[in-house]
Every structure is written in structure tokens, then in C-alpha cells.
């Protein structure tokens, strides 16, 4: 079955020691996007590639990185996490061909940051 | 400002209790909206896309209805396995804009 894959589930890591999660796709979408959720929360969108164009929302700190180097992987890179970047990390791909385009999410990454 | 509000944050029922989520949204040209079920600890799973005021879908217990000011999410005789948060997004058509909006979500929990 065609999905999105995430790597890994579940990442525990130090305060300040860089992380990095990885996401794949199988269904060939041209959009993948990073969300970060917390806690009863919405997701936050962070950034997103509309194919290899990549878009970064304002208020994504300068602390989270993103690489995609091909249509079927993405990466996202915390430099230095710090305790307030504990969360539920959600990788979603969607097919944008000009209108309404429902996204499709992987199970996500809980990280925490010790 | 564009804006998706969800409610009740929470609802529980009893396992047959028919009810209805809602989720309204203030945005300029809604190209769709969407619902998605969302699972403890999982990503989100899509449910329906809604393009325009009176339209209808519908799964199993569940039928979106979308005006031009809200969405409904009714569940009829619910039973404990539709217990997940239910998330509304909404994407408006501006600019070739594929990102959407989500809006807080509302916690479901069927009794048995």
C-alpha cells in the first residue's frame, strides 16, 4: 500500500544534541510538509516543499532545518533541540494539481528532549 | 485573520448517542474543507473534503455537512472505536495556496 513513512517513532535525545527525523513517501505526492504538534493542540505547520521549492513559515525558528533531497524523502534537522521542542513531529505529503488537496500523514514522531 | 474554530474541545457519550461536532471557519474563498480522525499518538487520518455550501458526504457513521459559515460532523450511534480527536482544516483559494488551516480538534470518547 502507497504511505507516508516515519523514522524514527519514537527519539530521545540531550538538550543541545542534534536530531534528525526522516520521512518517505510512496505515493509520489509533489508537496511534503513538517508539522509539529503538541499536547491538545493543532498541528503547527514548520515548513513544506512544494517539489523541491522550499517554503519556510515565519515563525519556524531558525533552529529546525529541512532537506529533501528527492521526491520520496524528507528530513527534518532540530540543531540544538531544547525542552520546549518535545513534541509529536508529523510528516505529510499531498498531490497539488491546483485545488482542494486533502494531505496524507505519517504516524508521526514523538521526541523528547532530556 | 483566517480563522478554524472547533467545538466542544471535548464530548463524551454514551455508545449510541448520536451528536454532532462543529467546526466554523472565517476565511476569505474556501477552495475545500477538510476533517481528519486523529488517533493517541498517531498522525492524522482523512476522512472527507467538502467543496461548497450544501454539500454532504458520508462513512459509515459519520456525514460532513458544510454552509457557508460551518461544518458539522454528525455521528450517529457512535461506538467506542470512533473515540480519536477530529480535526477540521480548511484551505482557501488564494494565490495557488495549498496549505491548509486546522483548527484545535475535538476529543471524542464513546462509552461502551
Known amino acids: 500500500d502507497a504511505m507516508v513513512i516515519q523514522n524514527p517513532r519514537y527519539q530521545v535525545t540531550q538538550f543541545g544534541k542534534p536530531v534528525t527525523l526522516s520521512c518517505s513517501q510512496t505515493?509520489?505526492?509533489?508537496?511534503m510538509y513538517w508539522y509539529q504538534q503538541k499536547s491538545s493542540q493543532a498541528p503547527k505547520l514548520l515548513f513544506h516543499?512544494?517539489?523541491?521549492?522550499?517554503?519556510n513559515e515565519a515563525d519556524t525558528p531558525d533552529n529546525f532545518q529541512s532537506r529533501r533531497p528527492n521526491t520520496s524523502f524528507c528530513f527534518l534537522d532540530i540543531r540544538s533541540p531544547g525542552l520546549g521542542d518535545a513534541a509529536m513531529y508529523l510528516c505529510?505529503?499531498?498531490?497539488?494539481?491546483?485545488?482542494?488537496?486533502?494531505?496524507?500523514f505519517g504516524p508521526g514522531t514523538r521526541l523528547t528532549v532530556t | 485573520e483566517d480563522q478554524v474554530t472547533q467545538s466542544p474541545e471535548a464530548l463524551r457519550l454514551q455508545e449510541g448517542e448520536s451528536s454532532s461536532l462543529n467546526c466554523s471557519y472565517t476565511?476569505?474563498?474556501?477552495?475545500?474543507l477538510f476533517w481528519y480522525r486523529q488517533d493517541p499518538g498517531k498522525g492524522p487520518e482523512f476522512l472527507f473534503t467538502?467543496?461548497?455550501a450544501g454539500e454532504e458526504k458520508e462513512k459509515e457513521r459519520l456525514k460532513a455537512t458544510l454552509t457557508k459559515k460551518e461544518s458539522f460532523l454528525h455521528i450517529t450511534a457512535p461506538k467506542p472505536e470512533d473515540s480519536a480527536t477530529y480535526l477540521c482544516?480548511?484551505?482557501?483559494?488564494?494565490?495557488?495556496?495549498?496549505?491548509?488551516?486546522f483548527g484545535r480538534g475535538t476529543s471524542l470518547i464513546v462509552h461502551p
Open positions: 482544516a480548511v484551505q482557501i483559494a488564494s494565490g495557488g495556496s495549498y496549505i491548509p488551516t
Open positions: 476565511v476569505s474563498g474556501l477552495r475545500g
Open positions: 516543499y512544494y517539489d523541491k521549492d522550499f517554503n
Open positions: 467538502l467543496y461548497s
Open positions: 505529510a505529503t499531498s498531490r497539488y494539481t491546483g485545488g482542494a488537496v486533502e494531505q496524507y
Open positions: 505515493l509520489n505526492h509533489n508537496v
